[in-house]
Nanobody, 123 residues
Framework: QFQLVESGGGLVQTGGSLRLSCGASGYKLALYAVAWFRQAPGKEREKISCINAASGTLQYADSVKGRFTIARDDTKETVYLQMNSLTPEDTAVYYC????????????????WGQGTQVTVSS
């Protein structure tokens, strides 16, 4: 059965860093684009980064550009999100998502989502 699992969230001070991981089971993640989204209380879900198969395309939202880096290790079926220079505005639940038809240029949302990992940035 397909499963995406995010990990690496936690509590960090302003200016700190975290690295999130997105792992797959029952799915060859290396073949598909993977996007990172976040949802903060009272805010709309935001697509913050995306990486295509073979790392052919990398996307970043303006809100995270220059601070976050997406990468993948296809031998480990894992996608990472390195988060630097964190601020309280980055506090949210972070999700990775994909499906067999998804590309970073897709307007539709992916269909397969992880359970999310909480990131909290304190002042």
């Amino acid at each position: 059965q397909f499963q995406l699992v995010e990990s690496g969230g936690g509590l960090v001070q302003t200016g700190g860093s975290l690295r999130l991981s997105c792992g797959a089971s029952g799915y060859k993640l290396a073949l598909y684009a993977v996007a990172w989204f976040r949802q903060a209380p009272g805010k709309e879900r935001e697509k913050i980064s995306c990486i295509n198969a073979a790392s052919g395309t990398l996307q970043y939202a303006d809100s995270v550009k220059g601070r976050f880096t997406i990468a993948r290790d296809d031998t480990k079926e894992t996608v990472y999100l390195q988060m630097n220079s964190l601020t309280p505005e980055d506090t949210a639940v972070y999700y990775c998502a994909t499906d067999e038809y998804y590309w970073c240029s897709s307007e539709k949302l992916p269909n397969r989502w992880g359970q999310g990992t909480q990131v909290t940035v304190s002042s």
